[in-house]
């Protein structure tokens, strides 16, 4: 397995609270993504970066941002939870545009 | 037919048959796509890729088959065991402005034994 990480794995956080959720990895990748997984819509793409200080907005980028201040981590935040951004979160990253992309193990994130 | 609950497209197939699982995509300017796997409680895992200017690849029980013309993708899995049992997703390389990858909405393969 490529060498991608998440953090925390768990969280529950009431609503109106910021949360981070960091992904790191280990093979100098330069691109890489944020997803949400939910019942019914698959994977969708919240954010991606390709290179340091570059990022962009996917299709369900509404309340979140992210930051890429080193080519190894790419943190999401959540700058005041709610309860719809309760989710399944997935970091993923890759060499190139046309290349595969790894995942890492996800952050079930919880808002009460 | 359709998993009441999870929405997703499900197909059932006995152990040792050959499974198909198609995709849609939209973008006839995608030049990349990706077939991926996830196990319960797992993040996605490759199996195979293609490029746009292919029309199938195969790997070791996998094939890929890419109509272009109309935008079709499919995976065909031989002799599928249960281990094959997962939820899979097609993936596009999503060109327009910056490219990013984006993905289907998935299919449930059940492998009775």
């Known amino acids: 397995d490529a060498g991608i990480t998440q953090s925390p794995r768990h969280k529950v956080t009431e609503t109106g609270t910021p949360v981070t959720l960091r992904c790191h990895q280990t093979e100098n990748h330069r691109y890489m993504y944020w997803y949400r997984q939910d019942p019914g819509h698959g994977l969708r793409l919240i954010h991606y970066s390709y290179g340091v200080k570059d990022t962009d907005k996917g299709e369900v980028s509404d309340g979140y941002s992210v930051s890429r201040s080193k080519t190894e981590d790419f943190l999401l935040t959540l700058e005041s939870a709610t309860s719809s951004q309760t989710s399944v979160y997935f970091c993923?990253?890759?060499?190139?545009?046309?290349?595969?992309?790894?995942f890492g193990q996800g952050t079930r994130l919880t808002v009460v | 037919g359709e998993s009441v609950g999870l929405h997703l497209p499900t197909l059932s197939v006995q152990e040792g048959d050959n499974s198909i699982i198609n995709c849609a995509y939209s973008n006839s300017a995608s030049d990349y796509f990706i077939w991926y796997k996830q196990e319960s409680g797992k993040g996605p895992q490759f199996i195979i890729d293609?490029?746009?200017?292919?029309d199938k690849r195969q790997g070791q029980r996998v094939t890929v088959l890419l109509n272009k013309t109309v935008k079709h993708l499919s995976l065909q899995i031989a002799a599928t065991q249960p281990g094959d049992s997962a939820v899979y997703f097609c993936?596009?390389?999503?060109?327009?402005?910056?490219?990013?990858?984006?993905f289907g909405k998935g299919t449930k393969l059940t492998v009775n034994p």
């Open positions: 993936a596009e390389n999503r060109q327009g402005g910056s490219e990013k990858l984006v």
């Open positions: 993923a990253s890759g060499p190139s545009q046309n290349t595969e992309a790894f």
């Open positions: 293609i490029r746009s200017n292919m």
